[in-house]
């Protein structure tokens, strides 16, 4: 059988630390979970990555794993050596039957079931899953409760993986963050000998809003402004995720000068704010009373913009 190098799977080194390998299974999971990728081979890899992460995160597998590689040839037919796990105590991952979805290289070392005949009887808490649910910033500023569709593998009657969709209803609370997770408790992998299920984990994620960029809870948007509210000082209506607000332009404002609403933007304790960005938005001139205008102050102000750039 072919060996099967895991550093190389998740494009780490062979001394990378615990928390190098989880952020380079996130980063990679993020790229080929089937629910988000467009890759056309997104579940073999994903089968490959979860694979290596399940050994690499288990210290006691990643040493075996590591003793063997030592003596492997990566390119050759490969056979673990007699007795090569002799003091390992390897935490069980498959069900019976589930070994399908694992390589032949994974199954010979961690999930063939003769090596774990003691413990057939054993009782065991599902895995967890993770996705990620994609939700519009409404929904976080409200709350709301919606259907989602997921797929993931799962084994039919044949022991033979299979790709399947589900449909979960699920209440997304006024106020979640962007990377947060939202814990469905007992939507993971079914549980071994009556252990309970796992959980699933979704990660939130906003959809582009066409009004507000956001930032942890604050939120950030536009203000399109009058040269002369700008330069005079007004009040003007603005738009905010809780109705239309009065707010007060001072006077003397450039473009880009950020206002800032406070609680304003997605609710939380606290709650985050909301920031103006003036945005001076000059008259066009396209009729002879506006070309008379801009003539008009032009010779009444006599301003230079460029000045700075002759000092």
């Known amino acids: 059988m072919e060996f099967k190098d895991y550093y190389q799977t998740l494009d780490l080194k062979p001394d990378a630390s615990d928390d190098e390998i989880k952020r380079a299974y996130r980063k990679l999971a993020r790229k080929y979970h089937p629910d988000v990728s467009k890759e056309s081979d997104a579940?073999?890899?994903?089968?490959?990555?979860?694979?290596?992460?399940?050994?690499?995160?288990?210290?006691?597998?990643?040493?075996?794993?590591?003793?063997?590689?030592s003596g492997a040839s990566p390119n050759g037919e490969f056979q673990p050596p007699p007795g090569w796990d002799e003091g390992?105590?390897?935490?069980?991952?498959?069900?019976?039957?589930?070994?399908?979805?694992?390589?032949?290289?994974?199954?010979?070392?961690?999930?063939?079931?003769?090596?774990?005949?003691?413990?057939?009887?054993?009782?065991?808490?599902?895995?967890?899953?993770?996705?990620?649910?994609?939700?519009?910033?409404?929904?976080?500023?409200?709350?709301?409760?919606?259907?989602?569709?997921?797929?993931a593998v799962h084994l039919d009657d044949q022991h033979q993986p299979q790709m399947q969709t589900r449909t979960l209803s699920v209440r997304i609370p006024a106020g979640v963050r962007e990377g947060q997770y939202i814990r469905l408790s007992g939507q993971g992998m079914p549980g071994h000998g009556g252990g309970e299920n796992g959980d699933l984990y979704l990660e939130v994620r906003?959809?582009?809003?066409?009004?507000?960029?956001?930032?942890?809870?604050?939120?950030?948007?536009?203000?399109?402004?009058?040269?002369?509210?700008?330069?005079?000082?007004?009040?003007?209506?603005?738009?905010?995720?809780?109705?239309?607000?009065?707010?007060?332009?001072?006077?003397?404002?450039?473009?880009?000068?950020?206002?800032?609403l406070r609680g304003r933007g997605i609710p939380g304790n606290p709650a985050g704010d909301l920031y103006l960005i003036l945005e001076v938005i000059l008259p066009p001139a396209d009729t002879d009373a506006a070309r008379a205008a801009y003539?008009?102050?032009?010779?009444?102000?006599?301003?230079?913009?460029?000045?700075?750039?002759?000092?």
């Open 88 to 151: 390992f105590e390897f935490r069980h991952t498959a069900t019976p039957g589930e070994e399908a979805q694992f390589s032949e290289f994974f199954s010979s070392l961690f999930g063939g079931r003769q090596r774990h005949s003691a413990h057939q009887n054993f009782r065991a808490r599902g895995e967890d899953h993770h996705a990620i649910i994609e939700i519009d910033l409404e929904d976080a500023l409200k709350g709301a409760t919606r259907d989602i569709s997921l797929r």
């Open 43 to 69: 579940e073999a890899r994903m089968r490959d990555i979860n694979e290596a992460y399940d050994v690499l995160r288990d210290a006691e597998k990643r040493q075996a794993y590591d003793k063997l590689a």
């Open 295 to 311: 003539q008009k102050m032009q010779q009444d102000l006599p301003f230079n913009p460029r000045r700075h750039l002759e000092e």
């Open 206 to 260: 906003f959809k582009p809003h066409p009004r507000y960029a956001v930032d942890g809870r604050d939120l950030t948007m536009t203000l399109p402004v009058a040269p002369w509210e700008a330069a005079l000082g007004a009040s003007v209506n603005a738009p905010t995720p809780g109705g239309t607000v009065e707010v007060t332009i001072p006077a003397g404002s450039n473009n880009g000068r950020k206002l800032r």
